[in-house]
């Protein structure tokens, strides 16, 4: 056991100082063979040689290594760099598409505006006040639609209502900061017409299907014997209790005489697109006290 103790014990102490001695045995071999490559440089030409002929693979082996690296890190750079700048592209592409469809919008609103205050001029002998359409039926059609004024603005219930070139209903129900408006292509709404080129009467009768259809409503009561033909205007007659006197309602067509051979009855196409309203015109003042001011 002591022999084999012993032999460890050595082993050990010759392990821990060979490094010791290869690096000083290293280094003086180094300045041999840089003392003979200096002072004799024949002697070691073919060792020069024949480590050229394993260095100079290896050097050219880094060497492709080393620029195959630095072609992908250039590569990857540039992908890097091209991701960045197409992100950057797609934001302002983003920010250029919401500027058109603001400007789109700031023109279209202004469109409407525009409409709106013809329509004003062309109604001058009514104080009218602006509106904008809140909410509407599931349909898709504004047949009965709410409008964000209300009492609190002046609103009453059987005010007229106007868009576009002409009528487009009454407010039927009032709250504090909006209203309910049912417009002329309602099944439930009847208004007294008068054709304005001979002033002969008719009744105006909203029909939704059919204006979703073909894009028209009922006209009936057409005297016999008026003389009238497609396109002429209708207007809101005289004799209509809560409809002011001449707002136009839409253009006459297909007209024939009915089944009872007394009176006529018509198609009329609105002067309003009840597909497309956003604001709307409220004449301020019902029909009674603007006749009954007239008449002061």
């Given at each position: 056991?002591?022999?084999?103790?012993r032999?460890?014990?050595?082993?050990?102490?010759?392990?821990?100082?060979?490094?010791?001695?290869?690096?000083?045995?290293?280094?003086?071999?180094?300045?041999?063979?840089?003392?003979?490559?200096?002072?004799?440089?024949?002697?070691?030409?073919?060792?020069?040689?024949?480590?050229?002929?394993?260095?100079?693979?290896?050097?050219k082996?880094?060497?492709?290594?080393?620029?195959?690296?630095?072609?992908?890190?250039?590569?990857?750079?540039?992908?890097?760099?091209?991701?960045?700048?197409?992100?950057?592209?797609?934001?302002?592409?983003?920010?250029?598409?919401?500027?058109?469809?603001?400007?789109?919008?700031?023109r279209?609103?202004?469109?409407?505006?525009?409409?709106?205050?013809?329509?004003?001029?062309?109604?001058?002998?009514?104080?009218?006040?602006?509106?904008?359409?809140?909410?509407?039926?599931?349909?898709?059609?504004?047949?009965?639609?709410?409008?964000?004024?209300?009492?609190?603005?002046?609103?009453?219930?059987?005010?007229?209502?106007?868009?576009?070139?002409?009528?487009?209903?009454?407010v039927?129900?009032?709250?504090?900061?909006?209203?309910?408006?049912?417009?002329?292509?309602?099944?439930?709404?009847?208004?007294?017409?008068?054709?304005?080129?001979?002033?002969?009467?008719?009744?105006?009768?909203?029909?939704?299907?059919?204006?979703?259809?073909?894009?028209?409503?009922?006209?009936?009561?057409?005297?016999?014997?008026?003389?009238?033909?497609?396109?002429?205007?209708?207007?809101?007659s005289?004799?209509?209790?809560?409809?002011?006197?001449?707002?136009?309602?839409?253009?006459?067509?297909?007209?024939?005489?009915?089944?009872?051979?007394?009176?006529?009855?018509?198609?009329?196409?609105?002067?309003?697109?009840?597909?497309?309203?956003?604001?709307?015109?409220?004449?301020?003042?019902l029909?009674?006290?603007?006749?009954?001011?007239?008449?002061?």
């Amino acid at each position: 056991m002591s022999r084999r103790r012993r032999r460890r014990r050595t082993e050990k102490k010759a392990i821990s100082i060979l490094p010791k001695h290869v690096l000083f045995l290293l280094g003086f071999l180094s300045i041999v063979i840089m003392f003979v490559s200096y002072r004799f440089p024949s002697i070691l030409a073919p060792v020069r040689d024949a480590l050229g002929m394993v260095v100079v693979p290896m050097q050219k082996g880094i060497n492709y290594v080393g620029r195959s690296i630095a072609e992908r890190i250039s590569v990857l750079e540039d992908i890097e760099s091209l991701q960045a700048e197409n992100k950057e592209l797609k934001e302002q592409l983003e920010q250029l598409q919401y500027q058109t469809q603001m400007m789109m919008l700031d023109r279209y609103e202004l469109g409407g505006l525009r409409e709106l205050y013809e329509l004003d001029q062309k109604y001058t002998e009514y104080p009218k006040v602006a509106a904008r359409i809140i909410a509407r039926e599931s349909n898709g059609w504004y047949s009965v639609f709410t409008i964000d004024k209300g009492y609190e603005d002046g609103i009453a219930k059987d005010m007229n209502v106007m868009a576009g070139n002409g009528l487009v209903g009454i407010v039927t129900d009032v709250r504090k900061n909006s209203a309910t408006v049912r417009s002329v292509i309602d099944d439930n709404s009847k208004v007294s017409g008068m054709f304005l080129k001979t002033s002969d009467t008719c009744i105006v009768s909203g029909d939704l299907s059919s204006v979703m259809s073909d894009g028209l409503i009922k006209v009936s009561m057409i005297p016999l014997n008026a003389d009238v033909k497609d396109g002429d205007e209708v207007i809101t007659s005289h004799i209509s209790d809560k409809f002011q006197q001449g707002i136009l309602i839409g253009y006459i067509k297909d007209i024939e005489v009915d089944s009872s051979n007394m009176t006529k009855t018509a198609y009329l196409t609105p002067a309003v697109d009840f597909e497309h309203l956003e604001e709307v015109l409220i004449i301020t003042q019902l029909k009674e006290s603007y006749e009954l001011g007239n008449q002061d």
